[in-house]
């Protein structure tokens, strides 16, 4: 359906404003604006067609409503007089603000002015017939006097100041309310601000209290790395002499020595060299800690160092039930420091031979993305998980858990850690109770 007009009207005295005015709000109303929007527009047309009688010449008024789309009211208000559009359009300017679009234009045979108003989402849908009754109502419309239009007018200015009145009744409320808020926001703000102040000056106080336990634990670490060297040092030398003076005793060319005597001095040497094998290891952690172990990087050939471990470790392997196995490397060659990762890996395989009674001690390496991994695992006692992580402090051992053969300090577990933290790698454990450990050494195939 397309848009057609509703009404026509022409103006051709002052008074024709009034009855224009009154046809105005009627058509808005009939289309289902909302109050203070009929009273814009009929505010609009008043003024519109004001402007343009004071030309001198008559004013046709066209009202059409277009359903489609967006429901829109347009008014048309055109006069004979040409080129005057530049000059109205500046003196109608504050009326734009009363209505959603207003363009005034030179057309044959004159000057038209067309002001246009949206249709609320509420507003009757205009169908042809709602269309056809607007209109029979708009021709039964009667015009009332000036002073009927003065009377409408007086009371939507009422209208308008009690609105007015009630929106700055509103508005101070509001304010009020505002500045209560503002009160009780400064106040929290202030509070926040004198106890983010404290906070600030204990956090200041607990990073100095920090670093001063920092330095302190620096020194007593680095006093008891100077404190472990030293005795290893000064432990090694005597250690040594009675090694050798034990030799002598027992030598073939020394005298002999009664089975007593012979049986004691074995025992001296065993215990001299348990000692010394305490010594070296507290010298080798006290180096690792104190950061004094630099290692040489070059390409290590696995195959050469696994055929090392495999003929140097196995007779330390005297229980029949005991497999000792050193698989051929799927990695043949690793960029490391030999020393160091043979190091390792011997620690983790002597820990493995100390407590397994029965069954493998198997030692193999694999390829894991851009790292590889050595596997160090046995069928031995086996770990508690709430002390898995424990096995890696100095001097500590599981309770309970006694070594199948020889002794131990203690210290080789935490040493091999720190040395894979050296090598740029980490060591971590997963062990079952009775059914055995597995030690797993990652480190970066290359550097």
Known sequence: MTAEPLMGIRLRVEQDVFVVRQIAREVARAVG????????????????????????RHTDVTFTAEPNGVPTL??????????????????????????????????????????S???????????????EEIREGLSRHVPGTPLDELAVQNQQLIAALDEVRAQRDDLARLNAELEETNRGVMALYNQLSQELEETNRGV?????????????????????????????????APVTAIIGLG??????GSDDLTVEQRRQ???????????????????????AEAGRIEPNWS???????????????????????????????????????????????RNLLTNAIKFTGAGSVRLSVRRVGDDAEFVVA??????????????????????????????????????????????GGALRVDSTPGEGSTFTLRLPATS
């Not at 607990?206 to 680095?222: H, I, N, T």
């Not at 040497?269 to 290891?281: C, E, I, K, P, Q």
């Not at 402090?393 to 199948?404: A, D, L, T, W």
């Open 33 to 56: 604006l909302e109050s203070q929007d009929q009273t814009r527009l009929a505010t609009a047309l008043s003024e519109v067609g004001r402007v343009l009688l004071a030309a001198g």
């Open 74 to 115: 347009h008014v048309a208000m055109a006069q004979p007089m040409t080129g005057e559009a530049a000059r109205l359009a500046e003196k109608l300017q504050h009326v734009g603000r009363l209505v959603d679009t207003m363009e005034v234009d030179d057309v044959e045979p004159g000057t038209v002015v067309r002001m």
């Open 117 to 131: 108003r949206r249709l609320p989402l509420g507003a009757p849908r205009l169908t042809a017939d709602r269309m």
């Open 204 to 236: 200041v106080a607990l990073y100095a209290e920090l670093d001063e336990k920092s330095a302190q634990l620096g020194a007593a670490s680095e006093a008891k790395s100077r404190f472990l060297a030293n005795v290893s040092h000064e432990l090694r």
């Open 247 to 252: 030799r002598l005793l027992t030598d073939s």
């Open 265 to 287: 001095v074995d025992l001296i040497r065993g215990s001299a060299t348990d000692l010394l094998t305490l010594v070296n290891d507290l010298l080798d952690l006290a180096k």
């Open 299 to 345: 390409e290590v050939d696995l195959r050469a160092v696994f055929g090392q471990l495999r003929g140097t470790l196995r007779p330390l392997v005297t229980r029949p039930g005991v497999e000792f196995a050193v698989d051929e490397p799927v990695v043949p060659t690793l960029r490391s420091d030999e020393v160091l990762l043979a190091q390792v890996l």
């Open 378 to 423: 046995d069928t031995g006692t086996g770990i508690p998980a709430e002390l898995q992580e424990r096995v890696f402090e100095e001097f500590y051992q599981v309770p309970g858990s006694k070594p199948v053969s020889g002794k131990g300090t203690g210290l080789g577990l935490p040493y091999a850690r720190r040395l894979a933290g050296i090598l």
